[in-house]
Each structure stands twice: as C-alpha cells, then as structure tokens.
C-alpha cells in the first residue's frame, strides 16, 4: 500500500489549496478514504473522510463550508479542496485508509497558512 500526498504551500490567509493522494496497492474503489492534519505541536486530527463511491462525506467542525473531499475512483486518487485558510489551518495534511486492522498512512504534504 502506498499514498502519496501533493499539492501543499505556503497561501496567505483567504487563500486556497487543492491537496491531492494518489494511492495504489489495494482496490482503491472499495474503501473509504480520509484526510487527517496535524498543526505544529498538537495531535493528529480527522478533517475530513468520503465513502468507497463518493456518495457519503464528512467533515471536522473547523473545517465544513470551507473545505471539500472527493474522489476519482478512476485514478485512484482523493483530494481536499481548501478555501478561506486560515492561520490555524497550518498543519502537515495526511491521506489515510484502513484496510482491515491496519490504517496506511502517506508521508504527508505541508499546508502554511500565513502573511
């Protein structure tokens, strides 16, 4: 299983960001895929998740009206769309599944929201 996360930078404030994780080593279309951030010195937290086909999403509080998950099962590929950042959306963003027990992690993309 990999993940492959893209698409981070330094935007200021208002900006936007599209994130996106190419995955491969499993049947992409046949699992949920979720978005998690860690911000400088906190934990790790869920933003963000999208059912196998699409049709299911959810997100953290923080974070509805302003950002939006998909997919293109096609190219096994999920993405984040980011708008209105914010200086507390800095954090390292991370594409993750769950297959079985284990959870797959990609190596991370970083998002800097500042001035």
């Known amino acids: 299983v990999q993940l492959v996360e893209s698409g981070g930078g330094l935007v200021q404030p208002g900006g936007t960001l599209r994130l996106s994780c190419v995955a491969s080593?499993?049947?992409?279309?046949?699992?949920?895929m979720y978005w998690y951030r860690q911000p400088p010195g906190k934990e790790r937290e869920l933003v963000a998740r999208i059912s196998s086909a699409g049709g299911s999403t959810n997100y953290a509080d923080s974070v509805k009206g302003r950002f939006t998950i998909s997919r293109e099962n096609a190219k096994n590929t999920v993405y984040l769309q980011m708008t209105s950042l914010k200086s507390a959306d800095t954090a390292v963003y991370y594409c993750n599944v769950a297959l079985g027990r284990s959870r797959y992690w990609g190596q991370g993309t970083q998002v800097t929201v500042s001035s």
């Open positions: 080593g499993f049947t992409f279309s046949d699992y949920g």
